[in-house]
């Protein structure tokens, strides 16, 4: 199958575990309208389709397979992928708040504190952040025999989405949106906000398999090269996309004086600095050889999103 077919299968695949994982919570009503309006909204998921594309790239080098993985293979750590997206969107959910960035829309749909007020917010995304390590833990439980892999793994994951990581370039990000776009802060407030997650997600995956040095060192390396180049492009399509391709307001960085790539360095720059880490990314997976096509084609295809 072709990137985009198995991107989609994937994509459904996440989007269906979610909706499980989600509907069978009790909760007041009001916090479970909340949290699934964000949770269940149109998204790339990313984030988990990293962490199961490395939890596949492990299983095939260890089992000197070419093929995909099948999805009931998959099927014991989906729970730790859907995980890893709910951490991601309680984070969109604060981001949007009017303390934060002060966002209307987001997936072409009003943001989360615009439907159901602020207060109630703040709640869905504290609860997608405690649902994500119920789920992780519940799952712990269910494969005991795996507690050692998804130990490392969870642990992985709660330090990038930390203070040491995402919190701390979200914080950094608000504290800086006025000083000026000096290059050190801008780094660590990218490294931290956007590349942790994304690097974690890929480590996470390995771990869950089981450490091999080999692979860890690999999707470190193409995780933290994707995640700059992720944020550059999101950087430029602030400035050059539309609404109706983002789904959001565009220009905001620059009205909120945010520290971006293009501001920096200028568009075109940045636009050469992105394919500068997709190339890096992509050279971290060549002694995988067709084992890692899909994740090196999705490293390409950043490149060309849209939103």
Do not use: W
Request: proline residues 3%; hydrophobic residues 40%.
């Amino acid at each position: 199958m072709d990137f985009n077919t198995v991107y989609k299968k994937r994509l459904a695949y996440i989007n269906k575990g979610l909706d499980t994982l989600l509907m069978s919570r009790e909760s007041h009503p009001a916090v479970l309208r909340a949290m699934e309006y964000s949770l269940l909204a149109e998204g790339k998921r990313l984030r988990p389709v990293l962490f199961l594309s490395a939890y596949e790239l492990a299983y095939l080098y260890d089992h000197k397979q070419k093929e995909a993985v099948p999805e009931s293979e998959l099927d014991f750590i989906l729970p730790m992928a859907c995980a890893i997206e709910m951490i991601h969107n309680y984070s969109l959910i604060h981001d949007d708040l009017p303390a934060m960035d002060n966002d209307d829309y987001r997936r072409g749909k009003l943001t989360n504190h615009k439907v159901f007020g602020e207060a109630a917010a703040i709640l869905a995304g504290d609860g997608l952040l405690n649902l994500a390590y119920e789920v992780m833990l519940e799952n712990i439980l269910d494969y005991p025999q795996s507690l050692s892999h998804y130990i490392k793994a969870m642990a992985v994951i709660a330090y990038s989405a930390g203070i040491s990581g995402m919190i701390g370039g979200q914080s950094a990000d608000m504290e800086n949106q006025s000083e000026g776009n000096e290059e050190e802060v801008l780094n660590y407030i990218h490294t931290h906000k956007t590349e942790a997650l994304i690097t974690a997600s890929l480590k996470a995956g390995v771990l869950a398999y089981r450490e091999e040095p080999k692979i860890l060192d690999a999707v470190t390396g193409y995780g933290k090269a994707l995640g700059l180049a992720f944020q550059i492009t999101d950087d430029i399509l602030d400035l050059t996309g539309n609404f109706y391709q983002l789904g959001k307001a565009t220009g905001q960085d620059e009205k909120m004086g945010k520290q971006t790539y293009p501001a920096e360095y200028g568009l075109e720059k940045s636009k050469i600095l992105a394919r500068k880490y997709i190339d890096k990314s992509v050279s971290y997976l060549e002694p995988f050889g067709v084992k890692a096509d899909f994740l090196k084609s999705l490293s390409l295809s950043i490149l060309d999103r849209k939103r």
